[in-house]
T-cell receptor
Framework: AQSVTQPDIHITVSEGASLELRCNYS??????LFWYVQSPGQGLQLLLK??????LVQGIKGFEAEFKRSQSSFNLRKPSVHWSDAAEYFC??????????FGTGTRLTIIP | DAGITQSPRYKITETGRQVTLMCHQT?????MFWYRQDLGHGLRLIYY???????DKGEVPDGYVVSRSKTENFPLTLESATRSQTSVYFC????????????FGDGTRLSIL
């Protein structure tokens, strides 16, 4: 069965600082990996996805993520965060069918 | 406007009542999903549907019923609501037969007293 672990429940970062959110997955074959962002009171919005090819993927809002098969990781990064990046971030993994398994999320707080 | 809409956005009901949450998408996506979001659990899949008249259980289906008579609609019914079903419910849709990004509605916050 596929699973996702987001080890950080809550992260606080200063505005302008760099950000890395961790995601580890478990899946027996090549996974399909996603990062979503959820602003308060809203649904989830897709930030980026990895299906195959280049292991460094670019997403919206200046985010990127790197797939590392040897570490079973798909960490999300941003070089300089903005106050508007404060939200909850979810990593998700999909496999041979259409279902996704989501992590429990990381809440990001930005301080001035 | 194209997209996925959920109604109502907020609902308060009592234990034992039946309540139906609506989901409508305008993309003609074949797949639709219902999730519940609870603190510490992330999103958990309740039911999903591959096409009209095809539905299947997800991780936490007990106490819920779904139907899909039309491609664009995927209602979720709690036949006899319990307090443990207090949650935020999200509907999503995706295109294609293999794993595709899912597009989410804004959610329904359901409180059961």
């Amino acid at each position: 069965a596929q699973s996702v672990t987001q080890p950080d429940i809550h992260i606080t970062v200063s505005e302008g600082a760099s950000l890395e959110l961790r995601c580890n997955y478990s899946y027996g074959a090549t996974p399909y990996l996603f990062w979503y962002v959820q602003s308060p009171g809203q649904g989830l919005q897709l930030l980026l996805k990895y299906f195959s090819g280049d292991t460094l993927v670019q997403g919206i809002k200046g985010f990127e993520a790197e797939f590392k098969r040897s570490q079973s990781s798909f960490n999300l990064r941003k070089p300089s965060v903005h106050w508007s990046d404060a939200a909850e971030y979810f990593c998700a993994v999909g496999g041979g069918n259409e279902k996704l398994t989501f992590g429990t999320g990381t809440r990001l707080t930005i301080i001035p | 406007d194209a997209g996925i809409t959920q109604s109502p956005r907020y609902k308060i009901t009592e234990t034992g009542r039946q309540v139906t949450l609506m989901c409508h998408q305008t993309w003609s996506h074949s797949y639709m999903f219902w999730y519940r979001q609870d603190l510490g659990h992330g999103l958990r899949l309740i039911y999903y549907s591959a096409a009209a008249d095809i539905t299947d259980k997800g991780e936490v289906p007990d106490g819920y019923v779904v139907s899909r008579s039309k491609t664009e609609n995927f209602p979720l019914t709690l036949e006899s609501a319990t307090r443990s079903q207090t949650s935020v419910y999200f509907c999503a849709s995706s295109a294609g037969a293999r794993v595709q990004p899912q597009h989410f509605g804004d959610g329904t916050r359901l409180s059961i007293l």
